[in-house]
């Protein structure tokens, strides 16, 4: 199998679409496929993993829309010159691709942009909503197949865009068990909660500094950059408790997260959240770690079915839940101990699987069309 993955992000800032791209190149490219991928120039180094994959690099300009295009255009160009399936990463990069004429693709839809838009509070957010949606859409009707981190936003998308079932499938994201394999034995810091992630505006930042601010609370660790960092370090001035790091290598994350009594995701509940496959989670269940999280996202419905989480919808609830798991040691365990064994079906090969499945099945449906004629 040859394949072609285009992707308008920066392979060389870790994220969550940084790791998902990676393992999908890197272990499908180790199952024998012949994978390129098409990226901007990366600002930094990228993951060791993708040694086996060819990766081209496409100088872009800062403008969003313009990188998407360039990305788009010579991954097909790409695809086209090898006989490669094309397969592109985010609705938004297929919807620009889709202006300048491509199509016959594998859309893998890491999110919903348009509904990013519900956590801008500018006077323009409403029209650049519906563009985005628009543009979704083009994406979407011009695939062959699209893969979707969750059930909820496979049956959204459905309901959207009126996309048939048979041309979807679910690849949750998943971890890595080696980048934590070093930190299974580091010692639990007493008081200390932990929260892992970009500082996206669905974070809610006033639910942390409420659980900073609980008697129970020795330290609250905030772990990441983004839109929100800004607030997150202005409310960590006026609270003693609250410690913000910025993003931090993975040996240096990792470690804080490992020696956490407990650790949060707390968000505003939302389309985006809901239809969301959040990486932490899966490192944080991969840790053991006990933890209280807003309900939404499928992987928190199979944790709580697995008595691996706790959720909990208002500010005052999350509190409360993150203070009972650090003054009730033997429910830490059980909810830590439930989580580290439900988190053995998470890691990236196990995910890859089904994604080779969908590739596997592609092809020979090709194979079978040009037979035909």
């Known amino acids: 199998m040859r394949l072609c993955i285009g992707h308008g992000g920066d392979l060389g800032e870790p994220s969550g679409g940084t790791d998902r791209v990676s393992a999908l190149a890197a272990g499908l490219a180790e199952r024998g496929a012949e994978v390129t991928l098409v990226a901007p120039t990366p600002t930094a180094g990228v993951p060791d993993r993708l040694a086996p994959v060819d990766c081209s690099y496409v100088d872009t300009p800062p403008s969003s829309a313009l990188r998407a295009a360039a990305v788009a255009r010579r991954a097909a160009q790409t695809a086209r010159r090898d006989g490669a399936v094309l397969q592109l990463e985010h609705s938004t990069l297929a919807g620009v691709g889709t202006l300048s004429g491509i199509n016959r693709y594998v859309l893998d839809m890491h999110d919903l942009g348009y509904s990013r838009f519900d956590h801008v509070d500018t006077a323009v957010a409403p029209l650049l909503k519906t563009a985005v949606k628009r543009l979704e859409k083009r994406g979407l009707s011009r695939a062959d197949h699209i893969v979707v981190v969750s059930d909820v936003m496979a049956n959204l998308i459905q309901q959207l865009w009126e996309v048939p079932e048979r041309k979807i499938s ?7 068990p080696e980048t934590i394999e070093p930190f299974g034995q580091v010692s639990t810091e007493t008081g200390r909660v932990v929260f892992l992630g970009t500082l ?12 900073a601010n609980s008697p129970s609370v020795r330290e609250m660790v905030v772990i990441g950059d983004g839109a929100q960092r800004d607030r997150v370090e202005s409310a960590a001035n006026r609270c003693d408790s609250l410690r913000t790091t910025g993003r931090l290598p993975d040996a240096e994350a990792f470690e804080l997260v490992a020696s956490a009594e407990a650790v949060i995701n707390p968000q505003t509940i939302s389309t985006i959240q809901r239809s969301s496959s959040p990486v932490k989670l899966y490192y944080y269940a991969a840790l053991g770690k006990p933890m209280v999280v807003t309900p939404g996202p499928s992987v928190v419905e199979e944790l709580v079915r697995h008595e691996a989480a706790i959720t909990a919808r208002s500010r005052r609830h999350f509190v409360d839940r993150v203070q009972a798991l650090l003054e009730d040691a033997p429910l830490a365990r ?8 439900v988190a053995e079906q998470y890691i990236w090969a196990k995910r890859l699987d089904a994604f080779n499945e969908v590739h596997r099945m592609l092809t020979e449906s090709r194979e079978s069309a040009t037979g035909e004629r």
């Not at 996206?200 to 659980?211: L, N």
């Open 334 to 341: 059980r909810v830590g101990k439930n989580a580290r064994q």
């Open 200 to 211: 996206h505006p669905k974070v809610d930042i006033e639910t942390i500094v409420s659980v």
């Open 170 to 176: 679910v690849v949750p994201n998943g971890y890595f």
